[in-house]
């Protein structure tokens, strides 16, 4: 996975850098427990409890550490998209959007909000990738992937490396990210400030960027050109099933009108056939018949002629 990012020794996490003010949006999927993360970062219960679901973006802020906080929570996703459609509906993906218009001038992090206590495959991570890439084409180069333990024994035998590593799928996830992450679980070691350390990463992923943030204005006009682009190839999709149906109906016409010219056609040809089988039949009875008799006069005398049709 290359060097790890997600690891920062106890001493460097506590030499904060000089930015005073960070801004944060916490994105992730339903009961991730990113309301819990943002109340853990800001030392406060600043957002609702686990189990209340978010439905509209909520910023809050705080001193922590010496500097000014600013946390933004987002409604959260479900894991399950089907038939190829998006996992979450417009509204939550407009209201995640809008985030970015609490947080002016823009977000140093996205925080990836990911529960460890549970299997993350494929799916979960193409589902987070469509979310994150919501935010434009910067969003990776600002995101961090924030661990959340529910359970703290997880960590007992091992490091969050070692959990990060034995998942391929987390490891590709955090590769996206440039290597940042970072876990928040209930139970720290004594002397771990995790949040110290979390805004430790998140500075130094901000310096290591050249001190720039994901601008608010730049991912509103983006997600804006996206939606516009949407909307034009549904009309396009629309415009070209509405051609087809229009072929579709031109084609059954057309078959019904031949359909139709073939039934009249053999109407006509069973007319035909009949009226030449009743001058059939009535040569047939002219044939058996005798004629009437003809009469001619010659020279004032009456003769009589009756023939018979051998």
Same mark, same amino acid.
């Given at each position: 996975?290359?060097?790890?990012?997600?690891?920062?020794?106890?001493?460097?996490?506590?030499?904060?850098?000089?930015?005073?003010?960070?801004?944060?949006?916490?994105? /992730?999927?339903?009961?991730?427990?990113?309301?819990?993360?943002?109340?853990?970062?800001?030392?406060?219960?600043?957002? &609702?409890?686990?189990?209340?679901?978010?439905?509209?973006?909520?910023?809050?802020?705080?001193?922590?550490?010496?500097?000014?906080?600013?946390?933004?929570?987002?409604?959260?996703? &479900?894991?399950?998209?089907?038939?190829?459609?998006?996992?979450?509906?417009?509204?939550?993906?407009?209201?995640?959007?809008?985030?970015?218009?609490?947080?002016?001038?823009?977000?140093?992090?996205?925080?990836?909000?990911?529960?460890?206590?549970?299997?993350?495959?494929?799916?979960?991570?193409?589902?987070?990738?469509?979310?994150?890439?919501?935010?434009?084409?910067?969003?990776?180069?600002?995101?961090?992937?924030?661990?959340?333990?529910?359970?703290?024994?997880?960590?007992?035998?091992?490091?969050?490396?070692?959990?990060?590593?034995?998942?391929?799928?987390?490891?590709?996830?955090?590769?996206?990210?440039?290597?940042?992450?970072?876990?928040?679980?209930?139970?720290?070691?004594?002397?771990?400030?995790?949040?110290?350390?979390?805004?430790?990463?998140?500075?130094?992923?901000?310096?290591? &960027?050249?001190?720039?943030?994901?601008?608010?204005?730049?991912?509103?006009?983006?997600?804006?050109?996206?939606?516009?682009?949407?909307?034009?190839?549904?009309?396009?999709?629309?415009?070209?099933?509405?051609?087809?149906?229009?072929?579709?109906?031109?084609?059954?016409?057309?078959?019904?009108?031949?359909?139709?010219?073939?039934?009249?056609?053999?109407?006509?040809?069973?007319?035909?056939?009949?009226?030449?089988?009743?001058?059939?039949?009535?040569?047939?009875?002219?044939?058996?018949?005798?004629?009437?008799?003809?009469?001619?006069?010659? &020279? /004032?005398?009456?003769?009589?002629?009756?023939?018979?049709?051998?």
């Amino acid at each position: 996975m290359g060097e790890p990012r997600g690891s920062l020794s106890h001493d460097h996490s506590q030499t904060l850098s000089p930015v005073q003010t960070i801004n944060l949006v916490l994105i /992730g999927e339903r009961e991730a427990g990113k309301s819990a993360a943002g109340n853990a970062i800001l030392g406060t219960m600043a957002f &609702d409890q686990v189990g209340v679901r978010t439905r509209t973006s909520v910023r809050r802020e705080g001193v922590v550490r010496g500097k000014r906080v600013v946390v933004v929570d987002t409604p959260g996703w &479900d894991w399950f998209n089907l038939s190829g459609s998006f996992a979450s509906p417009v509204t939550v993906r407009k209201e995640m959007i809008s985030s970015m218009t609490l947080c002016r001038p823009g977000a140093h992090a996205l925080l990836l909000v990911v529960p460890l206590s549970f299997s993350f495959t494929a799916r979960e991570r193409h589902v987070v990738e469509e979310h994150v890439d919501l935010f434009g084409p910067q969003a990776w180069r600002h995101a961090l992937v924030l661990f959340t333990v529910m359970d703290t024994k997880r960590l007992r035998d091992s490091t969050l490396q070692d959990e990060v590593e034995v998942n391929s799928e987390l490891q590709k996830l955090v590769e996206k990210c440039g290597g940042w992450y970072h876990a928040l679980h209930g139970r720290p070691t004594r002397g771990e400030d995790q949040v110290a350390e979390l805004l430790s990463k998140i500075q130094e992923m901000v310096f290591a &960027d050249g001190e720039s943030m994901l601008l608010s204005d730049q991912v509103l006009k983006w997600y804006r050109e996206r939606e516009e682009q949407e909307e034009r190839q549904e009309e396009e999709e629309m415009r070209k099933r509405e051609e087809k149906m229009q072929r579709v109906k031109q084609s059954l016409r057309k078959k019904e009108m031949e359909r139709r010219m073939r039934r009249d056609k053999i109407k006509v040809g069973e007319k035909e056939e009949n009226r030449w089988q009743k001058k059939d039949v009535h040569k047939e009875m002219n044939g058996t018949e005798l004629q009437e008799p003809s009469v001619t006069v010659r &020279d /004032g005398t009456y003769f009589t002629q009756v023939c018979k049709t051998q």
